[in-house]
T-cell receptor
Framework: GENVEQHPSTLSVQEGDSAVIKCTYS??????FPWYKQELGKRPQLIID???NVGEKKDQRIAVTLNKTAKHFSLHITETQPEDSAVYFC???????????WGAGTKLIIKP | ETGVTQTPRHLVMGMTNKKSLKCEQH?????MYWYKQSAKKPLELMFV???????ENNSVPSRFSPECPNSSHLFLHLHTLQPEDSALYLC??????????????FGPGTRLTVT
């Protein structure tokens, strides 16, 4: 069946350094790849997304890259700050357009 | 405020109780979702209502019953739950159109504890 694998499950980086989270997907028909951030006790919120017609998208300190051939996509956060500490989820669209297949999440810890 | 509200925010219920979770969206979306979020697991899609069509995850037990009276309201009826059903239940909504997947907006969730 369709699935999305996300790594690592926990990532600890020094404040100011960069963080990279990677996801692989199984369905070659997937064409939409969002990233959500969930702070402790709060709801997941979209931080960036990419569609399969582009290879990279950037928004200030965050960027997402997509490799359709290898079926993987990555979230890059530069100059990390304490407020970046959260759980990050990747997802990929399924053959049913309105459904997303979710990764298991990455807990990002920013060390002061 | 994302425009998706859920009530109650916290719920403790016994295994013999019947309760309902409510979700409301004010974003003009035409698809609504119920997710179960358990610790260290992916978000588990339970049910989707889109353009009057209902899609369900076949692994969801029948003790969970959804209801979507219109495109703005979604309910999850609960009865004879088990302790392993304790989790955060998230509602979400999005636009829905053939050929395109859209961002999902989440509610704050209902933290459910089954005793």
């Amino acid at each position: 069946g369709e699935n999305v694998e996300q790594h690592p499950s926990t990532l600890s980086v020094q404040e100011g350094d960069s963080a990279v989270i990677k996801c692989t997907y199984s369905d070659s028909a997937s064409n939409y790849f969002p990233w959500y951030k969930q702070e402790l006790g709060k709801r997941p919120q979209l931080i960036i997304d990419i569609r399969s017609n582009v290879g990279e998208k950037k928004d200030q300190r965050i960027a997402v890259t997509l490799n359709k051939t290898a079926k993987h996509f990555s979230l890059h956060i530069t100059e990390t700050q304490p407020e970046d500490s959260a759980v990050y989820f990747c997802a990929a669209s399924s053959r049913s357009n309105y459904q997303l297949i979710w990764g298991a999440g990455t807990k990002l810890i920013i060390k002061p | 405020e994302t425009g998706v509200t859920q009530t109650p925010r916290h719920l403790v219920m016994g295994m013999t109780n019947k309760k309902s979770l409510k979700c409301e969206q004010h974003l003009g979306h035409n698809a609504m979702y119920w997710y179960k979020q358990s610790a260290k697991k992916p978000l588990e899609l339970m049910f989707v209502y889109s353009l009057e069509e209902r899609v369900e995850n076949n692994s969801v037990p029948s003790r969970f019953s959804p209801e979507c009276p219109n495109s703005s309201h979604l309910f999850l009826h609960l009865h004879t739950l088990q302790p392993e059903d304790s989790a955060l239940y998230l509602c979400a909504s999005s636009h829905s159109a053939a050929g395109t997947t859209y961002e999902q907006y989440f509610g704050p969730g209902t933290r459910l504890t089954v005793t």
